[in-house]
């Protein structure tokens, strides 16, 4: 069973940043899409970024445009998000993914093309 693992959640003001990184061992990285989906709580999970499986593509959610960059590293298998200008808005639980293309990890009812949901990490922004 694939599972993905994602870190460097935690505290921090408004307008500060975070990175977070989601390793991704135990199958072929590289030919993947990969995203970050968020879930606050008593809210649905929703989607945030995705990239595709080269690097050369990435695709946003419009509430974090200018804010947040995803990146990936195929030879770490590990995708990252740098997020700036953090808002409290942006407080929840972050997952990471893999699909079949960036653009329809952005389409509702969104599953995994591999593994399942993992833990995530806890983005808490206070104002």
């Known amino acids: 069973q694939v599972q993905l693992v994602e870190s460097g959640g935690g505290l921090v003001q408004a307008g500060g940043s975070l990175r977070l990184s989601c390793a991704a061992p135990?199958?072929?990285?590289?030919?993947?899409?990969m995203g970050w989906f968020r879930q606050a709580p008593g809210k649905e999970r929703e989607f945030v970024a995705a990239?595709?499986?080269?690097?050369?593509?990435?695709y946003y959610a419009d509430f974090v445009k200018g804010r947040f960059t995803i990146s990936r590293d195929n030879a770490k298998n590990t995708v990252y998000l740098q997020m700036n200008s953090l808002k409290p808005e942006d407080t929840a639980v972050y997952y990471c993914?893999?699909?079949?293309?960036?653009?329809?990890?952005?389409?509702?009812?969104?599953?995994?093309?591999?593994?399942?949901w993992g833990q995530g990490t806890q983005v808490t922004v206070s104002s």
């Open positions: 993914a893999a699909g079949f293309t960036d653009q329809a990890m952005g389409a509702p009812g969104f599953k995994p093309a591999i593994g399942d």
């Open positions: 990239i595709s499986w080269s690097g050369d593509n990435t």
């Open positions: 135990g199958f072929t990285f590289s030919r993947y899409a």
